[in-house]
Each structure stands twice: as structure tokens, then as C-alpha cells.
């Protein structure tokens, strides 16, 4: 297992951490300049910032800046109640394909959707199996059009009290039974991300890491389970402020020769974007070298 | 699959559903008052209201009303700190199972528990896996005395958004491995209680409910899941207000032989818990016929 005590070389940031700072939104290209100024060396951001500041001056700047990106978030999102949904979805996570090649990031993050309309408190049915079913397919289609722009594909394990509305795939052993089906040669283009906030819970998950191997393993994410946690979406802890034993689960990552980066990502409407984004960044270096 | 649409011969009321009527306690003899005068045959009571009215007054008036007890709410807790902490968890689950026999309850329903502390908000430790070892040693020692009482133990599998604070059992085929290891021999003693709102999200739910079979599906609670949901314990909905599709569930619970009570449980500070409870029950009824 690596030493991350001495230096923060194999911290990434995914820019959701930094989306606000002091409470005010934080354009894409002030955080990508603070993360530079302190030696960070890989980022993750998301679409809608990129967005916002445009993809070939955020292109530009990462390359200039020299940063990295562990990942790209993010696709997915492929269910939808009729066929016009479900082309969307197909565009739209070619066009993320797309996006993340131009920026070279290391893969596109794909988070699945669940039931469609259920994120706007209109679920169009409650037919989970059925969702998951437009996962494969949506993922199956994605597949042969990432190959081709050899843009790893990573599917995202959510937590299961995100089932309904942003994921239905809620599990390593689920993720890992679509890319036995999607992929079952192991090329390297399908793969997981492991956020251990979604998974820390699950009592297969040193199993589960054990069989993704380092061929499924393309990226590592941090933050912490905080006891209470007062919100289901935005109230992410730091590193070392909760219940995860993140080492832990780090090595068992490390001991299937996972060496990327370990890319924090944390949404806190009540605390940590509520702070200077200098002091959020100072603090994700310290506890990368104290808690992960 | 039994038809419920006609009557409300099959429908349990989990007093936590009643715990408040129009943002008050209500003690629970007049829930009981309260659920009989509605038709209602079955209740399961949380032991702190139990405890609050009297044990014996209880006892009495659930033999004089002519209520059956489709469970008792709950054992558990397992984990500890220390050996004073265990045994203090053990006296008291036995305690728990003599006051559920003299209650004449179906079974004694087991929430695991978390890591030790992490309901205050300071965990002892972050070894979720020591946790789970301790729940195991604890219902092995329990199930003994709890045999001898005759008494069932229903483990019950929490969201893995309770894994910290509330258990760390939190998938059926977890729960269904500690009954394959404790009572290898199904002999009836220990089974799961299967609530729809810990489980619906499961990929594996159908599979390890045929899994369980008959012996071990000792309870069904039902609820549902709301879009959003704003509180991780207490906004659960009335069934048909959320994403579950509870026929589709019990349509697998009873294939498997279950013909006992559907449970009622909902914790609902913003919105059940506010309202009249003779208006809770009367839509309890009739969601037991419409959405169940």
C-alpha cells in the first residue's frame, strides 16, 4: 500500500468539492487554478462546469496548468419513460464521451439513473428491474462508441438510498455482473468507480474488490459517512470526520494494483462549501496524508 | 397472491405509526383502543411504549381487545465497546424476549445495530466488520434463550443508510447467511423480518426471498419509499404516495408460503405524525386494499 503520508502526488480533486466557495458558486477555472497553485496534480470535473466555462478554454487550461483528470463526471442517466427519452440519453453520453477525450481524462464516470421522472418527485413507474434493464442497454450501446474514442467507461456504484432517483445500480457485485456481460474479455474499456461512500456499508465489498482486479479498477473516490447525516445528498464529510476506515478499504484497492489517483469528492451545502475554498483544498491535503 | 382489496383482515399496525397524533405522544393503550375500535387484529408495539403504559396493563389489554401481536419491536443492538457493554445488550435482549412471550407475540424482531456510539455521534470505532461479528455472537447467544421462550427472532436487514448508527445487517442475503450459519436446520426459531422500505432497492431481493423460503420469513412490513426523501429515518410515506411497488413484493413473499400480517410502519415526523390518528388509520386501511 502506497505511503500517501509525505506528499499529496496521488490526490486528485473532483471539482463538486469546490463548487462553491464561501457559499457563492466558483467558476470551473478559479478552481482549477487554485488546485495547480498547490501542487495538485489531477482534477475531475464535472459537465455542467465545463459547460459554463466552455470545453476548449477548460481544454486549454488544464493542459496549460498540466493537470490531469482521474475522471470525467459524468455519463449515464440512461433511463427514460419512451424512446425519445432514451435517444437523449444516448446523445447526450456520446457527446460526454466526446468531452472526456478532449480533456484526456482518465475515464468517464457513468452514474446510472434509476426510475425515470423520480429525480423531479414524479417517478413514470416504479418498475426498478425495468430501469435496470435500459441500464445494460444504455451501457451495452455506449460501449462500442467509447471503444472507438478508447475512453474507458466507469460505472459508478450509488449508494441504495440513491436507487431511485440517480442510480439503479447500487452495488459492486451488480456493476461487476454487467461488465462480466458487457465485457467479458476484460478489455480495460468497461470498469467501475468505487466511491467509498457508496459502498463502505456493503458486507461484500472486499470480495467484490477482489474480483473487479485491477483491469475493472479505474478510480478510487473519497470523502466520509457522517454520524448523523443530516442530508441524503449534500452532507459528505471530510476524510477522517466520519466512520469510513477508508485505509482499509484503500488497501484492498492498492492490493489489486490499483495505483491512480484517490480523487475527493464532497458536497456539503452546510459546511464545506460554505468555507473558503483555500482552506477546503488545504484541508483535503492534510487529511489525504492523515486519513486515507 | 391473497386479495386485499375487500377487507383489512390481514393489515398489522406497528404502533411507531401512531407514536404521535397531531404532533403529540399518544400512549399507546389508546392506540390499541384506537386500532380495535377500526376492525383492526393485529398491532406490533415498540417496547419503550410498552414500557411506558406497563408491561402487565398491556398485556391485559391486548388479551381483552382481542389483538394479536404480529411482532414485537425490538431486540438487537448487539454491538458494544466493551464487556460490560455486551453483557448489559444481552440481559436486555432477553428481557426482550420474555416480555414479547407475554405479550404473545409472533416474534421478536432483531435490529442489529451499528458501530458502538454511533447513534450519539461518536463512534468507538470504524471496524464495521467487528460490529458484525458481535451481532453474530449475540443472536447465537440469544437464539438458545430465545428458544426456550419459544419465542421466534426475526432479524431484521436495515438500509445500508443505517449501517453506522442502526445495523449493520443490512441486505437479506446477509441476514439469510447468519440464519444459515445459527440454524443451519431451518427449525423455525430465527427468520428475517423483511420491510419493504430496507430492501426494495436489492437487486438480489426476489432471489434471496425465495432464498428464505416459508421457515424464515417471519415478518412483512410495509411502507414506501418518498421522492425526494428529506430525513434518513422519519419521512417515510404511506404506501402509494412513493416508488415502491409493494404488490410486486409481497406477490414474492407469498409465493414463498407467507400468510401472515402486512405490518404498517411509518416514521414521519413532517407529515404522519402530524395529522389526527384516526385519519392515519382510516388511510392505512385504505391503502392496505389500494397499494398493498
Known amino acids: 500500500m502506497r505511503d500517501f503520508s509525505q506528499d499529496h502526488r496521488w490526490l486528485s480533486i473532483n471539482t463538486a468539492t469546490l463548487r462553491k466557495s464561501r457559499g457563492e458558486d466558483l467558476p470551473l477555472p478559479e478552481i482549477l487554478d487554485a488546485c495547480a497553485r498547490l501542487g495538485i496534480r489531477a482534477v475531475s470535473p464535472w459537465r455542467d462546469q465545463v459547460s459554463a ?38 446523445d447526450d453520453n456520446r457527446r460526454a464521451v466526446d468531452e472526456a477525450a478532449e480533456l484526456r481524462a482518465a475515464c468517464l464516470v457513468l452514474v446510472a439513473g434509476g426510475l425515470p421522472g423520480a429525480l423531479q418527485g414524479k417517478a413514470a413507474h ?4 425495468l430501469s ?3 441500464v445494460r442497454d444504455g451501457i451495452a450501446e455506449l460501449l462500442d462508441y467509447a471503444k472507438q474514442a478508447r475512453m474507458p467507461l ?14 439503479c445500480v447500487n452495488t459492486m457485485e451488480q456493476a461487476l455482473d454487467l461488465c462480466d456481460e458487457l465485457d467479458p474479455k476484460r478489455s480495460g474499456a468497461l470498469g ?5 461512500y457508496h459502498v463502505w456499508w456493503d458486507p461484500k465489498l472486499q ?17 466520509d459517512w457522517l454520524t448523523p447525516t443530516t442530508d441524503l445528498l449534500n452532507d459528505r464529510g471530510m476524510m ?12 484492498w484497492i492498492e492490493a489489486q494494483g490499483f495505483a491512480g489517483y484517490s480523487e475527493v469528492e464532497i ?26
Chains 1, 2 share one sequence.
Open 53 to 90: 466555462a466552455g470545453l476548449s478554454n477548460v481544454s486549454k487550461q488544464v493542459r496549460s496548468l498540466g493537470l490531469e483528470l482521474s475522471g470525467y463526471c459524468r455519463g449515464g442517466m440512461f433511463p427514460a419513460a419512451g424512446a425519445a427519452g432514451l435517444k437523449a440519453a444516448r
Open 126 to 129: 416504479k418498475d426498478i428491474a
Open 132 to 134: 435496470r434493464s435500459q
Open 154 to 167: 466507469a460505472i459508478e456504484p450509488l449508494h441504495p438510498m440513491y436507487a431511485a432517483d440517480r442510480a
Open 192 to 196: 467501475l468507480a468505487v466511491d467509498v
Open 207 to 223: 470480495q467484490q474488490i477482489e474480483r473487479a482486479g485491477q483491469d475493472r479498477l479505474l478510480a478510487f473516490h473519497v470523502c
Open 240 to 251: 477522517g470526520d466520519g466512520v469510513i476506515d477508508i485505509p482499509r478499504i484503500r488497501g
Open 267 to 292: 458536497f456539503s451545502t452546510g459546511s464545506w462549501w460554505k468555507k473558503p475554498h483555500e482552506q477546503v483544498l488545504e484541508t483535503c491535503i492534510a487529511r489525504h496524508k492523515s486519513a486515507v
